[in-house]
């Protein structure tokens, strides 16, 4: 185990030249430098971490005082900075830098409310979520093929959000027992990413299937089921599939593929996912465009065929994962604490919140779907009114002895 003492002692032997000052040797707490000549630079491979690349440099600076550059952070004074920026990953620096215009502390606390947002807005799209599903399995009369599509849909949406609160839930826990078990974590991140390719492809699906009921003259849904469910479920396993094997030849692991998703290689997944947003704006775009056109057939006042309009596009918002457009903003672009926290918290309030939003449109404001709760509830409260009148059930008792003993 490294220490300033250990350190000192590595270099107590060191060669100094006659008449140079150098930099006393130094632990920065991650790796111990040498002594160095005063007004020069020296270099070493960054630290093998989580986050970085240990194929590039950090460095220091020794002045021609012989003292330790601090960059004008005066804690630092005295035991020098050690200039890291290099290591971390192109888009984590990008981060880093953002955080060090706004405050870190504030950065800190725009993450943190951020991930309350999160986590309450994932717990209320689960339960909403699952109990859509209760409702779309339970009566036969819902078994069509726009709620097959709506089924997979919330299936691989309730996929991903367990596995994302598992992961989290476990990270608020000091043992962060998945984190610390080798492949167990990779294995956790694997199934929640296949989980939310899955997700996007049903989107796509659902865009597509609406885009075609609208627009196509002659749409013959039923032909087109097999291969949604081929689009929908083993497309995005051969993607992740493709991902895991480029991440483990590739990548070195240095401990459940931390921050992977600041690697280029995360691009084998996040393409085609930007891709389903993007064409999904299209269809949304044309999907409006078709209504508008037949509004004015219609003849409705202008003011009914823009609020028809807009209705509409919003109510599909949500089905064609629309919001998740906000993700492409780049963060960079803030340099105000306010709009950074704008951005984030607005962001994950609609992606994370978007369960509830589908079950919502989808399932509770359905017509077909109330039509079916209150035909249930019609038929238990008839049951139960029956079985609590004494009279009524006499009555139904003679009536069927009735019937018996005519019949015989």
Known sequence: MMSQGACVDLYKNFSYVPQIEYCSPIFDNELCWPPTPAGSNVTKFCPQKKGTNATQFAYRICKADAQWEYNNITNLQGKGYTYYDNCYLPRLRDLINMCKVLDFQTCTKVGYNTRIIEMVGLGVSLLSLAFSLFIFFRYRVLRNNRTKIHKNLFLSTILQIFVRLVIYIDQSFEDKVIENTPYLCESIYVLLEYAKTAMFMWMFIEGLYLHNVITVTVFQEYSYMKLYFWLGWTLPLALTIIWVIIMIVCTENTGCWYLYYFLPYYWILEGPRLTVIIVNLLFLLNIVRVLVVKLRESHTSEIQQVRKAVRAAIFLL?????????????????????????????????????????????????????????????????????????????????SGVTALETDQ
């Open 318 to 398: 949500p089905l064609m994962g629309i919001a998740n457009i906000l993700f492409l903003v780049d963060y960079r672009l803030f340099k105000n604490a306010w709009k950074f926290a704008l951005w984030s918290y607005s962001t994950y309030f609609l992606t994370t919140f978007q369960g509830l939003f589908l079950s919502v449109l989808y399932c509770f404001c359905n017509g077909e779907v109330q039509a079916a709760l209150k035909n249930s509830l019609f038929v238990y409260m008839s049951l139960r009114r029956d079985h609590n009148d004494p009279m009524r059930r006499n009555s139904m008792h003679l």
